[in-house]
C-alpha cells in the first residue's frame, strides 16, 4: 500500500516536471522577446505549434533522418519569428504596448490559420526520439521521451546562463534591453539584436513544441493553450527573468499534475489562469524578481 | 579638420530643434558649447551620433561624410559620446559596463591591449577597480559618471563627445571629472563638451560656441567668451 503511494507520487511529480518543461521552454522563448524588445508575443505558442508540425512533416513526410529534422525545424520557425518580426512589429511608425498586443494576438491568429491550411484540422504525433520502452523508478514508469524533455531544458538553461552570463554579445543584449540607446553609442546594433531575439523566441517555441509531439497530439490550435500556459509561467516567474521563466513553468506543471491526480482533471486548464490572477495581485513581479529591479 | 558640421537642421515631434547649425572641431581641441535647457544641445550631439537623423545638412569627420551613417558605424570610426545622465547599464557589474565600451573592436583586439585600456581607466578612476564587481545601478552619482567617461574611453574614440557630465554632482566630484577631461585631452583624445557648468566649461576648452534656440548665436575663443558682455550675463551669473 505505501509502495503505491509512493509510485503514484513519483509518477505524477515526473509527469509535472515534464509538462512543466514545456511551458519552461515557451515561457523562455517569451522572456527572449520581451526582454530585447517589451513585446508581450501572445504568438509564443504558435510557434511551438510550428515547430512541432514541421518536425513531423519534414520526418514522416519527406523521411528526412530525426535529427536533421529537428534542426531544420527550429531554424525555420527561428526564421518565421524573424520574418513576424519583419513584417508585424517593425513597420509600426507608434508602437504602443496596446497595439503591440492586438498585434502579436492577431499574428496568433494568422500562423494559426496557415497551419492549417497545410496540416488541416487532423491530429498528428511522432514517435520518440529514441526507442527504448519505457523506464521504470520506484515503481513509477515513464516514456523515455521525459528525459529528452527534462534534459533539453537543463541544457538549454546553462546555455543561456552562459551566454547572458559569460559573452559579450550576451551582456550586449542585455544593454540593448536595458537601455537601447545607450548600447547603440557603444556600437551594438539594437536591430539585429532585435533580430536575434525574435529567431531565438521561434526557436525556443519550436524546440518544446518538437519535444512534446511525441508524447500528445499536435493540432493546428494547439498553440493557443500552450502559448498562455507559457505566458502564465513566465508572469509566475516574473516576466523578464530567465530563471524565473524555469521555475514558473515547473511550478505551473507540477501543480496542474498533483491537482489532477489527486483532486480532479477538470481543474488543469483552469489552474494556469487562477496561478496568473493570483500572481498579479499578490506579487506582480513574479516569484523570482527583485521588486527593485 | 577632426569634425565639421555644416548648416545641420533636425526636426524633433513635428518641432525644428537645430535651425541650421555649424560647428567646427580641430584635433586635440576641447571645444565647448554653451546653451540653455532646450537650446538644442543634447540634439546636435545625438545627431552626429548618429541617434536622430539630420533632414537637411552635411556632418564630417575624418575626411568620412557621417550625416547618414548607423551610430555603430560611427563609433567604429572613432567618435564616442558619454551621453546626458550616465546612462550606464545598471543591471550589468562595473567592469561588464567598460567591456560593453569595447564592443565595437573586442573581437579584433588583442587582449593583452584590452587589458591595458582597463588599466589606463583604473588609473583615472581608482574608485572604479574597487566597484568592479558591483551592479553599475548601486554606484553613486559621480562613480557613475566615472564609469560612464571610462565606458566610453573604452571604445577608443579619437573624438569624445560628453553632455553633461558634471549635471548633479557635488562641486569636489565635478571638480574630480573636469580635472580627468584635462587628462583625457593630454593623453590625445578631442573634446566636444556640453556643459551647464558654463565657467569651468570654459576655463579647460580651446573655444567654445553659444547656442540659443537651435541656432549658433556665437563663437570664439574660450578666453574671450569668458569676458564676452551677454555670455557673462546669460550663462556665468554675474
Known amino acids: 500500500m505505501e509502495s503505491t503511494h509512493l509510485s503514484q507520487a513519483v509518477q505524477f511529480i515526473f509527469a509535472g516536471l515534464t509538462s512543466g518543461s514545456i511551458y519552461a521552454l515557451v515561457a523562455l522563448g517569451f522572456n527572449m522577446i520581451y526582454n530585447v524588445t517589451l513585446v508581450v508575443n501572445l504568438a509564443q505558442g504558435e510557434f511551438l505549434m510550428l515547430g512541432a508540425m514541421t518536425m513531423i512533416s519534414l520526418y514522416s513526410g519527406f523521411k528526412l533522418p530525426l535529427p536533421v529534422a529537428l534542426v531544420l525545424s527550429t531554424l525555420i520557425v527561428g526564421c518565421v519569428g524573424i520574418l513576424f518580426d519583419r513584417f508585424a512589429i517593425r513597420p509600426l511608425k507608434k508602437p504602443s504596448i496596446m497595439l503591440l498586443i492586438l498585434l502579436t494576438l492577431g499574428g496568433s491568429t494568422f500562423l494559426k490559420g496557415v497551419a492549417l491550411l497545410i496540416w488541416g484540422k487532423d491530429p498528428y504525433t511522432a514517435p520518440t526520439f529514441t526507442k527504448l520502452k519505457s523506464i521504470s523508478f520506484l515503481g513509477a514508469s515513464f516514456s523515455p521521451q521525459m528525459l529528452w524533455i527534462i534534459g533539453t531544458l537543463v541544457v538549454v538553461s546553462f546555455v543561456l546562463w552562459f551566454f547572458f552570463e559569460r559573452t559579450l554579445l550576451g551582456k550586449a543584449m542585455r544593454a540593448c534591453a536595458e537601455n537601447p540607446r545607450a548600447a547603440s553609442l557603444m556600437g551594438v546594433n539594437v536591430k539585429t539584436f532585435v533580430m536575434i531575439s525574435f529567431f531565438l523566441g521561434g526557436a525556443l517555441g519550436a524546440v518544446g513544441g518538437m519535444l512534446m509531439a511525441p508524447v500528445s497530439f499536435m493540432v493546428y490550435d494547439e498553440g493557443t493553450m500552450m502559448g498562455l500556459k507559457g505566458f502564465a509561467s513566465a508572469v509566475l516567474g516574473g516576466i523578464g527573468s530567465y530563471p524565473g521563466a524555469v521555475v514558473g513553468g515547473l511550478v505551473l506543471g507540477l501543480l496542474e499534475s498533483l491537482s489532477t491526480g489527486y483532486v480532479s482533471s477538470i481543474f488543469k486548464d483552469i489552474l494556469a489562469f487562477v496561478v496568473l490572477l493570483l500572481i498579479l495581485v499578490i506579487k506582480p513581479t513574479g516569484l523570482m524578481k527583485r521588486s527593485d529591479e | ?238
Not at chain 2, 560647428?23 to 537650446?39: D, F, T
Not at chain 2, 573634446?191 to 579647460?204: D, G, H, T, V
Request: net charge positive; charged share 20%; glycine share 10%.
Open chain 2, 1 to 238: 579638420m577632426m569634425l565639421s558640421v555644416e548648416s545641420l537642421s533636425i526636426y524633433y515631434g513635428g518641432i525644428q530643434a537645430l535651425k541650421g547649425v555649424s560647428l567646427e572641431v580641430k584635433e586635440r581641441e576641447i571645444v565647448s558649447v554653451l546653451g540653455a535647457n532646450g537650446a538644442g544641445k543634447s540634439t546636435l550631439l545625438m545627431s552626429i551620433s548618429g541617434i536622430l537623423p539630420s533632414r537637411q545638412g552635411k556632418i564630417m569627420f575624418d575626411n568620412n561624410e557621417i550625416t547618414r551613417q548607423s551610430p555603430s558605424s560611427i563609433v567604429r570610426l572613432g567618435i564616442c559620446q558619454v551621453p546626458e545622465g550616465r546612462e550606464v547599464f545598471k543591471s550589468l557589474t562595473t567592469l561588464d559596463n567598460l567591456r560593453m565600451g569595447t564592443y565595437h573592436h573586442y573581437r579584433k583586439s588583442p587582449k593583452s591591449l584590452v587589458e591595458k585600456d582597463l588599466e589606463r581607466v583604473y588609473t583615472l578612476f581608482p574608485i572604479l577597480k574597487q566597484r568592479r564587481t558591483q551592479m553599475a545601478g548601486t554606484l553613486s552619482g559621480g562613480e557613475q559618471q566615472m564609469l560612464a567617461i571610462g565606458r566610453g574611453l573604452m571604445a577608443r574614440p579619437k573624438l569624445m563627445m560628453l553632455d553633461e557630465p558634471s549635471l548633479g554632482l557635488a562641486p569636489l566630484v565635478v571638480e574630480e571629472i573636469f580635472r580627468t577631461l584635462t587628462a583625457l585631452n593630454s593623453m590625445g583624445i578631442t573634446l566636444l563638451l556640453i556643459e551647464q557648468n558654463a565657467r569651468a566649461a570654459l576655463k579647460i576648452a580651446t573655444r567654445g560656441y553659444v547656442m540659443e534656440t537651435g541656432k549658433i548665436i556665437m563663437e570664439g575663443r574660450a578666453e574671450d567668451l569668458l569676458e564676452n558682455e551677454h555670455v557673462v550675463s546669460a550663462y556665468l551669473g554675474g
